[in-house]
Each structure stands twice: as C-alpha cells, then as structure tokens.
C-alpha cells in the first residue's frame, strides 16, 4: 500500500484539526514524492506494450447492507483470529466485537499469517506471535519509505535481511530459509505466492524458490518489470511510469495505470490498486471497473479476505469543514455491498507489511 495512501495518511496527520484539506496540493505533492520513488524502484526496467487497457474508478456511494462476515477463508479458534477489521496501536492488537490482545512489543509494520501475528519492532527484529508467545525469528532491512517490510500468503512470510537476502517462514511448521546474498544489498522482497518468494534489486527483477536455495530465477526486462503481487500464478508487474501489467493463466493480459500499490484476490479475478489519489477496483479479465458501495470520498480496497470480499480503507471529512477521518469496512465485489464503517484512531498500523510513520 504504497504511494498516494501513504501520502495522504502523512497529509492527514499534519493537518489535523485544519478546517480544509487542499487536495489539489496533496495530489500534486504526492504524485512528485510517487514519481521520486518509482524511479528508484523501476530503475532501468521497460517492457513492451500490451494489449488490454483499463480506467480507474473512485470507489464511493451510499450505504450499502453488511455483507455475511462467515466467510471459508477466515481462520479462527485462537485468541487472535484473523478478523475483517484489525489494526494495532503500540503493542495492542483491536478487532471489533472482540477482545484486544497484548502483543507484547510496540509493532512496527505487521501480517496476518494463519492464525499469527508476523511482525516487526523499532529494532527491525522479525517476531511471531502465537497464542501469547512471542519469538524472534529474523531480523529485516529497513526499507524505502513506503516499501513493505514482510510479505505474506496464507501461513508463509517473507523479507529481505539486513544482509541483502531473502528469507521465507512458514509459521505452520517453523521453517525458516535463508536464500542468497545479491552482490549489492539492494534486495527487496515485494510479493510471495505460496512457496515463491519474488524479489528486486537496483535492476532485475528475481524469483526465488526455498525449494532450491541457492540460486536465483532472473526475469528479464523484456518479461516485464517488479512483481508488486502474484497470486496462483497471476503477476502483477509494474512496467513502465504509473503503469502496471496483470499476466495469469490462459493467456490474459490487462494493463492498468497505479501510483504503487496493488493487491491481487486469492483467486487471481480482480486487482485492487491506486490511481490519482483514487481507489481502484478492476476485472482482471476484462478490464472492468468494480464499483463498491463504500460511502465515503476517499476510499482504497487494500486486503482481500476472500475471492469476494475485500476490505476497504476510508476517509470522511475530505471535502468539508470537518477533521478528516480514516475508517475500515468489508465490501462484496459481486454485489457492492459494504458492511458498517469502524473508525480509526489517528495512528494505526494496518496488516500489509508496510509501516505508517504517522
């Protein structure tokens, strides 16, 4: 959740209490510091055209009905069980409806991973907490601003050490795999889909497999650029400025314009990203725009909880004389539904790996 998000999050903060949100000078400002950062995480990468070319959409309305919150792909039976709407503050672990949870160490960036917490404190040490247990597994290098920290899918985890090299953890068996050190420190993990783990450096692209530890898998420039997700075989790869590339399974290719951030569903059939300080909900393939009945001026879809449902980071207050307000709700892609709305305190840390310096 790169990008305009975290630049209007940093906006928001120093504003706060302001009567006004100037969002021309939030767009304009963000898209100089996006562009900045792009650079530097593209480098040199070109790729060719291709063939499908899809529009943004804000995601907004009116209210909608609360969608069925049983959904197959949320665990439970635990303390900590993976909710729609979870944020930390500090040390403290919120979701609503149920009790808060003492992590134990003030969170730095974090992930669900199955039923645990993987996360990362002001020393940059990689920690899981389970059950009450906390353990320190790794240690992560610090990355750009706005880059993710760890990454995750299902039970596996995954960061770049301070060392420059790849690390994978399941949490379900403890497993840990060290792969490789680039020539330059430069690497930084961006996505993990199942056991493959996909990686940057100043100007390649790399896959890495813990299956064979040692050796990397290069992508080429002319096979597109940084993996930002990849879900069951569905890549989405930033090509170009502000342009990325959905490749999957049967031969679909989608093009779509993203300041940074984008995040696959499970099932690899819709993308959620970021367009122009917009959110971004699309077809992957077709190409069409999913719009959700979210409420709110502002709003980006950042966390799948299953092929379906999605939850969905707001904002009120942007466009009149009240504070702006960041707030959290669960949205049906097939219907457009959205859940009831739980407001944020001014500083949270959401679970995508990255940390809001707020």
């Not at 991973?113 to 290098?141: H, I, K, M, Y």
């Not at 690497?187 to 100043?202: E, K, Q």
């Not at 040692?214 to 002319?222: K, L, P, S």
């Not at 096979?223 to 031969?251: K, N, S």
């Amino acid at each position: 959740m790169t990008g305009m998000l975290q630049d209007l999050l940093h906006e928001r903060a120093d504003e706060a209490g302001a009567p006004l949100v100037d969002l021309e000078a939030i767009t304009r400002d963000g898209e100089r510091r996006v562009r900045h950062r792009r650079t530097a995480v593209l480098g040199g990468l070109t790729a060719a055209a291709v063939s499908v070319v899809a529009g943004v959409a804000l995601l907004g309305g009116g209210s909608g009905t609360s969608p069925d919150s049983g959904r197959d792909r949320l665990a439970d039976g635990t303390d900590a069980s993976p909710v729609a709407l979870s944020w930390v503050g500090g040390s403290t672990l919120h979701r609503p409806g149920q009790p808060d949870v003492d992590l134990g160490v003030d969170v730095r960036a974090w992930v669900w991973a199955g039923d645990d917490v993987v996360l990362t404190d002001s020393d940059l040490r990689v920690l899981v907490w389970s059950g009450g247990t906390l353990d320190v597994v790794g240690e992560v290098a610090k990355p750009p601003s706005d880059d993710a920290e760890l990454v995750a899918d299902g039970t596996r985890v995954a960061w770049a050490d301070p060392q420059g090299r790849p690390v994978r953890l399941d949490v379900s068996t403890g497993e840990v795999v060290t792969g490789p050190r680039l020539a330059r420190r430069d690497l930084r993990v961006t996505a993990i889909d199942g056991a493959t783990v996909y990686a940057a450096g100043a100007d390649e692209t790399h896959v890495w497999q813990p299956t064979s530890p040692d050796g990397y898998q290069t992508f080429g420039v002319d096979q597109g650029g940084v993996v930002i997700d990849a879900e069951g075989g569905t890549l989405v790869r930033a090509i170009g400025d502000r342009q990325a590339r959905v490749t999957g399974p049967g031969g679909r290719v989608l093009t779509l314009t993203t300041d940074g951030f984008a995040n696959l569903s499970p099932d690899g059939s819709h993308v959620a990203s970021e367009s122009d300080d917009a959110g971004v909900l699309l077809d992957t393939d077709t190409g069409a725009q999913v719009t959700l009945d979210t409420g709110f001026e502002w709003a980006l879809p950042y966390q799948w909880l299953d092929d379906d449902t999605v939850v969905v980071l707001g904002f009120s207050g942007l466009d009149s004389g009240e504070d702006e307000v960041p707030h959290l709700l669960s949205c049906e892609v097939s219907t457009g539904a959205c859940g009831d709305a739980v407001t944020l305190p001014g500083s949270f840390q959401l679970p995508v790996g990255i940390h809001f310096d707020l």
